[in-house]
């Protein structure tokens, strides 16, 4: 195994940046000591090379920093009920274990991570995730760089569950000027009924309310990152319905329509107030010997009012960097209209959403009449396979045969087409007027190619080629070429 971690050190890329090498060796250490697979505590050297990176860096290890974090708590396929059903991560029977056993053992212990078991009474899971990104573009990124190494991310979280009613998350980044991330608590007194209250996800987008540990690519769609709303502060009521509870249905109150609605504590641009979001979900197989057994599609809204401003709603490229077009104020109603399918058949997966937000643009004319609202619309389609043959809907970070026991791990191939276009509700002759009723669109078309490697339970390397076409060039990020590729690294490391 030394052997085998001073191989991924001596590789080409992370030999270039030391951080991203030092991420997969303490994954495959951490995987290969006996002592984290059965004793009480995880072993020193992992622990103390994890803990090093995360202080050392002084900043973080993040992702693209203008969605505000879309991020997945750190639950894994084992954390809270709550967890994985708001964020989509497990929705099949076997995900709720509500008649397994509970341990009695009380005290520490390190299963897949370090727990807390409390008997009867719950457990509490302590998570560690630290994150290295690299990037580079024909065009710009993040702030004009012609290429950037991101190491912004890291994030700690407990999470658990107690009496078997209640559960809570509490999860942060160690950087950031919002660093708390999911902090909640829900009421489950039964699967049909519960309650969530504190800052978590608002119902709305599958691939926004994936977590990060489980995505496909190394960023969520376009459509997830710039219209879904994220996460705000609110109360939702949630559950499962029907027989065999195929009928999946959330309603909450929030204070704002989310963190991805706006730029940050100190910018002026506006965003939605207290929002109303509803999902529906439906499995019409859930529970039956089925290859359609895991088919599920949804629907969602939100529904706002924004004050007068310019909108924080903004179209970017994939590597965060803001197109140019002529900012007009908005005011009035905000409105969100989602659409999502999935369907994991055995090792494959397909996946596809589509998001429409109206924000309006009420008395803005230079006649003090209303203007058309403004409109962004974004969808995709994508599909994955699992070659080494795990079950997608089972989840791939337990590899049959991960490379400690001299297996490959989990290979997964995946690719993404998708689409976003941020324009005016009229059509016409468009004019860079901010009262103008026809505004110049901006519109964009992206295809992503990759692949998944989860070496272990701990250790998961992504490597991700990105197309990016802009249907008008001097929108682009590289100004005049209408076309631009991106190449991305993502070293992932989970305790």
Known sequence: MGALASAIVRSPVPTRHPSLALLLTCGVLTAASPPCLGQVEPPAAATS????????????????????????PLVSARGTRAGRQAQGLTQDGAATQDDIKKPERVGFEWDEGLKLRLGRHGRVDFRLRLQGDLRESDGLVGEGDEAALDLDRRRVAVEGELFDALEFQIERELSGDEPWRDVYVNVRPVTAAQVQAGHFRLPFSLDQNTGATNLDFVYRSQAARVL????????????????????RYELGVFNHDGRNARLGPTSPRVYGGTTLAGRLAVQPWRGEKSTLEDLHVGAAFTSSEVPLGLPAIRPESVLNVVLDRPDTPVLGARRRLGVEGRWRPGPFSVKAEYIRVETAREGQSVEDTDLSPLVGAGWYVSGTWAITGERKARGLSSPKRPIHEKGPGAIELAVRFEGIVLRSKAEGTPSSSPRADVVPPVEEQVVTAGVNWYLNRYLKVQANVVRERFANPAQSTRPGQPVVWSQLLRVQLTL
């Not at 090379?49 to 997945?72: D, E, F, K, N, Q």
């Not at 879904?228 to 009928?247: E, Q």
């Open 228 to 247: 879904s709303p994220g996460r705000d502060t609110g109360v939702m009521a949630h559950g499962r319905l029907l027989p065999r509870r195929l009928l």
């Open 49 to 72: 090379v994890a803990i090093g990176l995360a202080v050392s860096h002084g900043r973080g290890l993040a992702g693209p920093a203008a969605t505000g974090g879309p991020a997945l």
